[in-house]
């Protein structure tokens, strides 16, 4: 199952208002502690422009990877283990 964090869905267009500007001239974002995945595709989906790494502990890549094969973008990558 995938995990899911109600904090996300509320957060992230917020969040996706100030990222969008500061990346504008970026090709490629390292997310550092990507959690559920959630961030890491909503992202991905709006800025399509940027290849976008997901990263976190070993524990939660099962459940980033779910987000991101569910998602299939091109410019999501597989998540690194931190």
Same mark, same amino acid.
């Given at each position: 199952?995938?995990?899911?964090?109600?904090?996300?869905? =509320?957060?992230?267009?917020?969040?996706?208002?100030? $990222?969008?500007? &500061?990346?504008?001239?970026? /090709?490629?974002?390292? #997310?550092?502690?990507?959690?559920?995945? =959630?961030?890491?595709?909503?992202?991905?989906?709006? $800025?399509?422009? &940027?290849?976008?790494?997901? /990263?976190?502990?070993? #524990?939660?890549?099962?459940?980033?990877?779910?987000?991101?094969?569910?998602?299939?973008?091109?410019?999501?990558?597989?998540?690194?283990?931190?």
């Amino acid at each position: 199952m995938k995990p899911y964090a109600e904090s996300c869905d =509320q957060n992230r267009d917020p969040i996706l208002e100030q $990222l969008r500007p &500061l990346l504008v001239a970026a /090709s490629t974002v390292l #997310e550092i502690g990507s959690g559920t995945g =959630q961030h890491a595709v909503y992202f991905s989906t709006h $800025l399509p422009h &940027l290849h976008w790494q997901p /990263s976190d502990r070993g #524990e939660n890549l099962p459940g980033i990877r779910l987000w991101c094969a569910e998602a299939g973008l091109a410019n999501l990558k597989a998540p690194l283990e931190l």
